[in-house]
């Protein structure tokens, strides 16, 4: 029983690194027209980048039972912005182009389905956790 809480403590922080993704993502889609942020650019693109508990184990020099995910840091994409022809537009320079977020919406909605996808797993494994419990106490009551 000890291990599969372990193994739930696993499956909760990638719940958590996914969900944490899926905010991420939902920020990128949301700021897909953002062309003037508080630094005066256009908005960056933002991914998670992800650490395994066991790599890190792993690096200093010892190994945890249980590997688990979680969000190493949340980082801007280094590629440039877009420049879109728009002339009208307040953020436009002297050329009439303006610099739009590094953000492909088809991209982002790839990425979404992924991390609904692997969240969806993760809750299955919560679920079939929680089930071959309550199966393993009923074994007791016959």
């Keep these: 029983m000890i291990q599969m809480l372990s193994s739930l403590d696993a499956t909760t922080a990638a719940l958590n690194a996914e ?10 889609i949301a700021n897909v027209h953002t062309t003037r942020s508080p630094d005066g650019k256009p908005y960056q693109r933002q ?6 508990a066991l ?6 020099g010892y190994a945890t039972q249980t590997p688990t995910l979680r969000v190493a840091r949340i980082e801007k ?4 912005a877009l420049l879109v022809h728009e002339p ?6 002297a050329n009439g182009m303006v610099a739009m977020p590094n953000i492909n919406i088809h991209e982002e ?4 389905i992924v991390a609904s996808r692997a969240f969806e797993a993760n809750l299955a494994v919560i679920k079939n956790a929680r089930n071959m419990a309550l199966e393993t106490l009923s074994i007791g009551k016959h």
Aim: glycine letters at 2%; hydrophobic letters at 40%.
């Design 19 to 28: 969900r944490m993704r899926l905010d991420v993502i939902s920020q990128n």
């Design 47 to 52: 991914v998670v980048v992800f650490e395994s």
């Design 55 to 60: 790599q890190q184990a792993m690096d200093l």
């Design 77 to 80: 994409d280094p590629r440039p």
């Design 88 to 93: 009208g537009h307040p953020d436009a320079d």
């Design 109 to 112: 909605m790839a990425d979404m």
